[in-house]
């Protein structure tokens, strides 16, 4: 009985040992932990290939920006400009003359108007100035033409490109119409020349000003648009008298006085400075024939006269000085010797009496 006990310890305690190896067996493999002789696997480290991609090269173009008219007139550059308008500005005497002229002080300015028979083409050109940078304008304007009269005409009332383009309209539209007709040249202006600067001109009063709707119309139109105004209006108003200015014979067009004063003033608003007045015309007086009157003419003459007044004084003697060095002029006429003497005054006339009559 008590040896079956002790082998029944034994047995036991076998047991325990070999569940404890299989516990730790079984843990050793759960972990994963790797033994002595196990070798550490080697890590590979992953080999990144870079990739460049080449950027492609973005080459940005960049439009100048037009320059202003005064940063042109003031430069030494060669400046194109047209004047799109009516008959305030198509005559030879009015405010684009007078514009030239001022700009004349510094530049040397080629004036083309349209040919009166065609006004397709420029064949009247006048030139201003003798020294300086070139400057072209072409006069497209037309009597009698309302803003929309070039809008189909643009190619050759502008015939080469223009720095900038002066559109003087407003005499022959309403206050209805004028904002449409304005921008239907000025898109036809831009299309053909898509980098010229659009100039507007808000034009002089009339007699009693009675177009302002139609001025304020297009200064309207014009603020809308973006597009810069001469205000060549307040500059009349502002005299006190715009009514001195404009022309009796036709209330829609100024006088001569006019004319100049919104050529200076145009000069003036593009940045010119008017240094000096306008010379004067030069004037070139002739002397007045000396007459010559007959014997009997003088005799008669001076016997009429002899009771108001003392005979005039005989010619004074000739000089001494006359026997000086200074040869005598030469003769221009037959050198044989005159056979007239000296006038020694009138010789009388006797007059003889009637004959008698018969009875």
């Keep these: ?44 480290t992953p080999t990144t290939t870079a990739t460049t991609k080449a950027t492609p090269s973005t080459t940005t173009t ?10 042109l007139l003031g430069s030494s550059a060669k400046v194109t400009l047209a004047v799109l308008g009516d008959q305030t500005s198509d005559g030879e005497a009015e405010w684009v003359t007078a514009f030239s002229q001022y700009l004349a002080q510094d530049r040397k300015v080629t004036l083309n108007r349209l040919n009166p028979a065609d006004p397709t083409t420029y064949t009247i050109k006048s030139s201003f100035g003798s020294s300086g940078p070139s400057t072209v304008i072409y006069n497209g304007s037309r009597a009698g033409a309302s803003a929309n009269y070039a809008t189909q005409r643009v190619p050759f009332l502008v015939p080469v490109k223009p720095d900038f383009v002066i559109l003087n309209y407003g005499r022959n539209d309403s206050a209805s119409t004028v904002a449409k007709h304005l921008q239907a040249v000025s898109t036809a202006v831009k299309k053909k020349y898509p980098s010229a600067t659009l100039l507007v001109t808000l034009q002089p009063p009339t007699f009693d000003d009675q177009q302002k709707k139609v001025r304020t119309a297009t200064a309207a139109w014009a603020k809308s648009r973006g597009y810069r105004t001469l205000d060549v209006a307040k500059a009349f108003i502002g005299t006190g008298a715009p009514n001195s200015y404009v022309s009796a014979a036709d209330p829609e067009v ?14 003036q608003l593009l940045g010119g400075v008017v240094r000096a007045p306008e010379p004067a015309p030069t004037t070139t007086t002739i002397p007045a024939p000396v007459t010559t009157t007959s014997s009997s003419s003088s005799s008669s003459s001076s016997s009429s006269s002899s009771s108001s007044s003392a005979p005039a004084p005989p010619p004074p ?8 060095s200074t040869p005598p002029p030469p003769a221009t006429t037959d050198p044989t010797p005159d056979p007239t ?14 004959p008698a009559q018969t009875r």
Excluded: C, Y
């Design 317 to 324: 003697p000739p000089s001494s000085s006359s026997s000086s």
């Design 341 to 354: 003497p000296p006038d020694d005054g009138p010789i009388p006339t006797i007059t003889p009496p009637p």
């Design 62 to 71: 960049t439009t100048a920006a037009p320059r202003s008219p005064e940063a």
């Design 254 to 267: 100024l006088n001569s006085r006019g004319d100049s004063f919104w050529g200076e003033t145009v000069f």
């Design 1 to 44: 009985m008590h040896r079956f006990r002790g082998t029944d310890i034994w047995l036991g305690l076998l047991a325990v040992v070999v569940n404890i190896g299989l516990v730790v067996g079984v843990v050793l493999l759960t972990t994963g932990r790797p033994t002595v002789d196990e070798p550490t696997p080697a890590q590979k």
